[in-house]
């Protein structure tokens, strides 16, 4: 009687839980080691004053991929290989570095985590999900792979992008973590240098049949468990090319005003595909610190201004063959020019000084160049108005352009696109 039972109780299992293939690990490699993984490619830092920067500023932001790393140069690499029937089972894992102080442990609000150079903080999003690291292991199904047969590969390309923001905070929490592997805690309040603690911000994980991840759905404060067997992907501020910070607390600029919607007049489809255009104006108030004139530039030590689209104009621009070798467009198109039938087609906007010169949309790709950023000061008219005996008001002009694309035609619509004026100091 009881063997009967106990044969049951089996049937009844197999019934509720099928049974999967094994997943395999095809070209191992770890790039979960601290400096193994990918960079978030941001260049320097530049700290100013929190006149100039108030808390929430953006110092810097990208979209990267997990692959090329230090450790794997190659996107296309397969890493691992499962049966097509397992398709649904296929995860990516992704948390901060949760035992790390400066890694991944402190949120200071809105899941931007506390990193190793003073008063900053970094928020990470997995793109494809569109949710945010936090220090809990998260899953989320794996939907690109490539399909030989029966077979699935998964590539270092099939991970989602992942977007990186590093603004300015006001305060620091020096609070030690879980371990402190080698960095007490943040670096202290003066700070310049490169980001030397070697620890990542975040990691992700594949998870399917046969590759399970107990550490999902858990704290990675004290949660790492699969990381012993290589299979972690790491990327932080500290990979190659690494991250560097200067201050400069004397100096500075902020946007005091600008035109937040520029407003175009209308043209025709027939004058567009002609080559006429028509323009619009954008104006942008600056306050700056007097002898900031001094260090308007676009090298080491001086201070930019730049232009950055929406991530999704940025891929749109791409997929449309107008971004360059290192990410700059010299079109603005609209955010959802694919996805929106409303939308005009063929259609983009172009920025020039009020000297004539042209001007470059930012990558997203990189932050780690001075490509596309303009002197913060260039072409700026002093104006009245200003409060402080220690700064100075400007003004600066730009001129929009709405022409038809290169190779493009034009079909009827609105233009919606959005793009970010940032000041940084290089």
């Not at 110092?59 to 997990?66: I, K, N, Q, T, Y």
């Not at 792979?145 to 077979?151: A, D, L, N, T, V």
């Not at 005003?257 to 043209?267: C, D, K, R």
């Not at 080491?300 to 791409?318: D, K, M, V």
Request: charged content about 15%; overall charge neutral; some cysteine.
């Amino acid at each position: 009687m009881k063997y009967f039972l106990s044969v049951m109780a089996f049937f009844l299992s197999a019934a509720c839980f099928p049974a999967y293939a094994t997943c395999t690990r095809i070209n191992p490699v770890d790039q979960g080691c601290d400096a193994c993984g990918a960079p978030l490619n941001f260049g320097n830092i530049g700290l100013m004053n929190l006149r100039y920067q108030p808390v929430g500023t953006v110092l810097a932001r990208s979209v990267f991929r997990l692959v090329p790393s230090v450790a794997n140069s190659d996107p296309n690499r397969v890493l691992y290989e499962c049966d097509l029937a397992d398709k649904d089972q296929l995860f990516e894992v992704f948390a901060t570095n949760g035992d790390s102080n400066v890694g991944g442990a402190w949120n200071m609000g809105d899941d931007y985590f506390q990193t190793y150079f003073p008063y900053t903080a970094l928020k990470l999003v997995h793109v494809r999900s569109g949710k945010p690291f936090t220090r809990i292991w998260q899953k989320v199904p794996l939907t690109q792979y490539e399909i030989k047969g029966s077979k699935i590969e998964i590539r270092g390309l099939d991970f989602s992008p992942i977007s990186a923001e590093l603004i300015r905070t006001d305060k620091n929490n020096r609070t030690p973590g879980y371990s402190s592997w080698g960095c007490l805690w943040a670096a202290n309040d003066n700070y310049t240098g490169s980001y030397s603690c070697n620890q990542p911000n975040g990691y992700v994980v594949f998870m399917g049949p046969g590759m399970d991840v107990p550490e999902a759905g858990k704290d990675s404060w004290n949660n790492f468990q699969t990381w012993i067997t290589g299979r972690y992907m790491a990327f932080g501020m500290n990979t190659a090319p690494v991250a560097t910070l200067t201050q400069n607390m004397t100096k500075g600029c902020r946007v005091e005003n600008y035109t937040s919607n520029v407003i175009f007049p209308g043209i025709s489809i027939n004058g567009l595909n002609e080559g006429q255009t028509v323009t619009a104006p954008l104006s942008i108030t600056l306050a700056c610190a007097n002898g900031t004139e001094n260090i308007s530039g676009i090298n080491s030590g001086q201070l930019s201004l730049g232009f950055q689209p929406s991530y999704a104009a940025w891929l749109q621009a791409q997929q449309l063959g107008l971004t360059t070798g290192d990410g700059l467009s010299s079109y603005l198109v609209s955010d959802h020019y694919d996805s929106l039938s409303s939308l005009a087609k063929g259609v983009g906007i172009q920025l020039q000084t009020s000297g004539g010169q042209p001007v470059s949309f930012l990558s997203w790709s990189s932050f780690s160049s001075n490509a596309g950023w303009r002197p913060v000061l260039e072409d700026a008219q002093a104006i009245s108005g200003s409060q402080q005996s220690d700064e100075k008001l400007y003004q600066r002009t730009f001129s929009a352009r709405l022409s038809k694309l290169p190779g493009q035609t034009v079909t009827a619509g609105h233009v919606d696109a959005t793009a970010s004026i940032l000041i940084r100091m290089q």
